[in-house]
């Protein structure tokens, strides 16, 4: 089984930018395919990026397409949300989750087996 802990969120203004950080233990990211989620008060947990290995092509939900970054360092065992230009619709707790065996549905829930304990994100306007 592998950890995860998010970190780096915060309170910003609209336009800011963050970097959020989610470090593994007990396992690897080399193989594992990672992603970035994100649940509002009275919404859903929704998809916003995942990656499969250092290098790959990332995959974007449209909402964050050109303003957010999902990259990973497998030296560190550590994968990174940048987000530039936040909006106040950005306001989220954002979870990073990991899934060592996997298909081709990254922006399910359900694609992944483990899951961070969160980070919030709030932006106002």
């Known amino acids: 089984q592998v950890q995860l802990v998010e970190s780096g969120g915060g309170l910003v203004q609209a336009g800011a930018s963050l970097r959020l950080s989610c470090a593994a233990s007990?396992?690897?990211?080399?193989?594992?395919?990672t992603g970035w989620f994100r649940q509002a008060p009275g919404k859903e947990r929704e998809f916003v990026a995942a990656?499969?290995?250092?290098?790959?092509?990332?995959y974007y939900a449209d909402s964050v397409k050109g303003r957010f970054t999902i990259s990973k360092d497998n030296v560190k065992n550590t994968v990174y949300l940048q987000m530039n230009s936040l909006k106040p619709e950005d306001t989220a707790v954002y979870y990073c989750a990991a899934a060592r065996r996997y298909g081709s549905t990254w922006s399910t829930l359900r694609e992944y087996d483990y899951w961070g304990q969160g980070t919030q994100v709030t932006v106002s306007p």
């Open positions: 007990g396992g690897t990211f080399s193989y594992y395919l």
């Open positions: 990656i499969r290995r250092a290098g790959d092509s990332p």
